[in-house]
């Protein structure tokens, strides 16, 4: 069991750190701690999903709580039924992008509310080890189910401004998409690939932001004939896109372009995070929005969204989180936008992101280091003290003419790097000179 509670879910391998009796117990240890009565249980296509769900299912209503098991379903789903079904809590079975052998659990609160390891998972695992649950009901609850694709089609096909017909390829990556873009049918047309859900993911990993798995959908795209393609990951959280070329964009690109979507039909706040570039703040105030800034992790992202009314947040990593999705993600909510945008301005995708590619971005470079991780943000700290210092996450400093953020790894001796400039020459310098500092030994 060590190990497996983490910062933003409960995940591990199956079999080995996650069995079907720790899944009852955090069933137990869920509803003890957060005294819900109603939970929706939704579950991803790993083999494995089945036992887990059986076990924590008896936990939870032999604690008194009712089930509402919504079957295989994309995370978003799951955070949808969470907000119109009644529900005072929810939990997803998956492990996301992770190989086949791994599976856990991601926990919300009524609403989509995410539970994290500072608010809530700590808390339930010392349950689970303490076997601290509160006394067994009387009368246990009851497992029901129920279907929400027709009550989530329809809340995504309000969001659709399409001046013509949309045709795209997708990757389903053989994970939950195929559930994701049920809700898409009748806005859009698209070819797939790897649409047979299978839970051993056979083709490759199912993670856009390894752009080594999006190969096979640029050369799709590349055959002509899509307005742009998106990949999805392993629970459909999380999407990637390739321009009509099956160029690949950034994920704080796809930020700026959803942003002005929204943005075109009511003002308010939209969040981006940290490690995004320059271009992302200066097109959602080009728009008539308050850019924000956020720190990384989807439940710090939400929190703030929550704070302050804001209408969408995206993360480098290819959440997209929407006001009118519970502040949660939706995939389909993401791809709908985009084709919005393609349609709305009548230019094809890479011309309406070639103007913001003005920028140079080093990406995440992530160093293993033998030194203590917080020496080396001391280090950087004094070292950068005449830049504009704040601390959001990890160290940032911003300069006229480039910044940098450093952040440590909260589970293992890992420092993360992202740097952007306004030349390539001074990015590479700038980058070379940081990681030099990062890496030193002493």
């Known amino acids: 069991m060590a190990g497996i509670f983490k910062a933003y879910d409960i995940r591990g391998i199956y079999g080995k750190d996650l069995t079907d009796e720790i899944a009852y117990r955090i069933g137990r240890a869920f509803v003890t701690f957060v005294g819900c009565k109603r939970v929706v249980v939704a579950r991803d296509i790993r083999p494995h999903s089945e036992p887990l769900f059986a076990a924590l299912a008896r936990g939870i209503t032999e604690q008194g709580a009712d089930v509402i098991d919504i079957g295989h379903a994309s995370t978003p789903m ?63 609850g009851t497992i029901t189910q129920a279907d929400v694709r027709t009550g989530y089609a329809a809340h995504i096909a309000q969001f659709a401004r399409l001046s013509g017909p949309v045709h795209i390829a997708i990757d389903f990556a053989n994970g939950m998409g195929f559930k994701e873009a049920e809700t898409l049918k009748g806005l859009l047309t698209w070819d797939g690939l790897y649409e047979e859900p299978d839970g051993t993911f056979p083709n490759h990993e199912a993670n856009p932001l390894e752009t080594k798995t999006l190969v096979d959908l640029q050369a799709k795209v590349r055959g002509g004939g899509y307005a742009f393609g998106a990949a999805y990951d392993g629970d459909a959280d999380r999407v990637g896109f390739v321009d009509e070329k099956g160029e690949v964009i950034s994920m704080d690109l796809i930020t700026a372009l959803i942003a002005q979507d929204v943005l075109a039909t009511r003002k308010g706040v939209i969040f981006y995070d940290l490690r995004s570039s320059w271009v992302v703040k200066e097109v959602i105030a080009a728009a008539g929005g ?7 992790g989807h439940a710090f992202i939400k929190q703030q969204m929550r704070e302050h009314d804001a209408l969408f947040a ?61 020496g080396i943000l001391d280090d950087i700290r004094a070292a950068y003290a005449n830049g504009r210092v704040f601390e959001l996450d990890g160290v940032s400093v911003e300069y006229a003419d480039w910044w940098f953020n450093v952040r440590c790894s909260n589970t293992e001796p890992l420092v993360r790097l992202n740097l952007e400039a306004k030349t390539q020459a001074q990015m590479e310098a700038k980058r070379d000179e940081l990681l030099a500092v990062i890496r030193r030994e002493k």
Do not use: Q
């Open 290 to 296: 308050t850019p924000m800034m956020s720190r990384v």
């Open 314 to 374: 995206g993360e480098l990593s290819g959440h997209y989180y929407f006001k009118d999705n519970f502040t949660a993600e939706s995939a389909a909510m993401a791809i709908l936008a985009i084709a919005n945008i393609v349609t709305r301005a009548g230019k094809p995708l890479s011309e309406l992101v070639a103007p913001m590619r003005k920028y140079f971005a080093s990406g995440e470079i992530n160093s293993h280091v033998s030194r203590d991780p917080k």
């Open 78 to 140: 799951s955070y949808f039924a969470n907000g119109t079904l009644g529900a005072d809590a929810s939990v997803m079975i998956t492990a996301s992008h992770n190989p086949p052998e791994w599976n856990g659990f991601k926990l919300c609160r009524a609403n989509a509310e995410a539970i994290s390891g500072a608010k809530g998972i700590m808390d339930i695992e010392m349950i689970v080890s303490e076997e601290a649950f509160a006394p067994k009901a009387d009368v246990p």
